[in-house]
């Protein structure tokens, strides 16, 4: 009777702590770089407060010409071409009454606050801390006739109130004035705000 012995190789140990500092090394070198272009992106952009962007309002809404005022803006081309020409639609309104203002939506708590687009879409989320500016509104009527409620925003399935984001008026001027610096803060939102890589406030749906 033949006997057959069946004989298993002991397989190698593998030793995967290089293999584990490797990938940490990796990752480390990844996050780093990460920061650093976004302190780089944030030094290289140049700084615009409220103050300069009132005063020039109120210089394209007394001047006749737009494009010379704006000129030393740093918006991308395409981005200030689509500004001025929706400035001009509102230079060109008939209607202009005193008593509008425009407003900010501060972040209350740090946390993450959805950005959104056109219609009621979610684009994802960003992380903000307390004092960010979420949105850049402008109103006629007042905060309680233009947010009737405690609920600054709301869709199906979240939304933010008075726990989360507070109105602040940071300007009062005629209606052609508030809506020609509300253009100007949503589209320069990543020159004054501290995200550059924004292109917009994150609660304003659409350019305007």
């Not at 990752?27 to 290289?44: K, P, Q, Y």
Request: aromatic content about 10%; overall charge negative; glycine content about 6%.
């Amino acid at each position: 009777m033949e006997v057959r012995i069946q004989v298993r190789r002991k397989l190698p140990q593998i030793n995967i702590t290089p293999i584990l500092l490797v990938i940490a090394l990796g990752i480390t070198l990844f996050v780093w770089s990460n920061i650093h272009t976004a302190d780089a992106v944030h030094e290289s952009t140049p700084e615009v407060s409220l103050e300069d962007l009132q005063e020039l309002a109120e210089e394209i809404y007394a001047s006749e010409t737009i494009n010379q005022a704006v000129q030393n803006l740093p918006i991308e081309s395409a981005a200030l071409a689509k500004m001025i020409r929706e400035i001009e639609r509102i230079k060109n309104k008939t209607t202009d009454y005193p008593g509008c203002e425009l407003y900010f939506l501060h972040v209350i708590r740090n946390g993450e606050y959805p950005v959104l687009g056109y219609g009621n879409t979610i684009f994802g989320a960003v992380r903000l801390q307390s004092g960010d500016v979420w949105k850049v509104g402008q109103t006629c009527n007042g905060e309680k006739r233009r947010y009737n409620s405690d609920t600054y925003y709301k869709n199906t399935s979240f939304s933010l109130t008075i726990d989360e984001l507070e109105y602040k008026t940071v300007y009062n001027g005629t209606y052609k004035q508030v809506l020609i610096l509300e253009k100007l803060m949503i589209y320069s939102y990543l020159l004054w705000s501290e995200y550059p890589e924004l292109l917009k406030p994150p609660g304003c749906k659409i350019y305007r």
